[in-house]
């Protein structure tokens, strides 16, 4: 059983690019969540979804974030445009969460993005 | 809100010494408790989890138990191993907090042979 994929495992960008994390959960699973993690501030929830939907989204930083999840198979993080004080390892996690909270989150390995 | 803290780190211990990481946490209503590991390069994987008062989780020789009576889940281990180097999590998730997690600062764990 594959787990949560993410592409790439690291990205390097200047400044004022768009970057875009790419995520795909596991099969089945119908709770998608990003994540940002980074020395100063630890893991950081960004965005999560349920069947596809936002259902919040108060952890994104900024206008220059966006996610989207157009089916239950694919996510994307979109950065627009990029800064340096972006660079961190972004963690896609899924869940089959249904009408439990107590399932547990299954992560891919991450994106590591440097914005120099 | 919801909230977890954990002992701050790095904690550094001998192969075969005994492991605690503290762990207390915030909420309201009904919790449930989690430890998860993150090694080198790679995401957070669930260690263990505890749904319910006095429910002790365990996994790997790893143990915590869920006290609601001093909001703790310690995470504990009778003899680490080198193998066990790596930074632990406490989380909860909540029905009053939807389906979020929300995950404690991490403990670092470095082993010595």
């Known amino acids: 059983d594959a787990g949560v994929i993410q592409s790439p495992r690291h990205e390097v960008t200047e400044m004022g690019q768009e970057v875009t994390l790419r995520c795909k959960p596991i099969s089945g699973h119908n709770s998608l969540f990003w994540y940002r993690q980074t020395m100063m501030r630890g893991l950081e929830l960004l965005i999560y979804f349920n069947n596809n939907v936002p259902i919040d989204d108060s952890g994104m930083p900024e206008d220059r974030f966006s996610a989207k999840m157009p089916n239950a198979s694919f996510s994307t993080l979109k950065i627009q445009p990029s800064e340096p004080r972006d660079s961190a390892v972004y963690f896609c996690a899924s869940s089959n969460t249904g009408s439990s909270y107590n399932s547990p989150l299954h992560f891919g390995n991450g994106t590591r993005l440097t914005v120099t | 809100g919801n909230s977890v803290t954990q002992m701050e780190g790095p904690v550094t211990l001998s192969e075969e010494a005994f492991l605690t990481i503290n762990c207390t946490y915030t909420?309201?209503?009904?919790?449930?408790l989690f430890w998860y590991v993150q090694y080198p390069g790679e995401g957070l994987q669930l260690l263990l989890k505890a749904t319910k008062a006095d429910d002790k989780g365990s996994n790997k020789g790893f143990e915590a138990t869920y006290r609601k009576e001093t909001t703790s889940f310690h995470l504990e281990k009778g003899s680490v191993q080198v193998s066990d180097s790596a930074v632990y999590f406490c989380?909860?998730?909540?029905?009053?907090?939807?389906?979020?997690?929300?995950f404690g600062a991490g403990t670092r764990l470095f082993v010595k042979a």
């Open positions: 989380a909860l998730s909540s029905h009053t907090g939807g389906f979020k997690t929300i």
């Open positions: 909420a309201t209503g009904y919790p449930s």
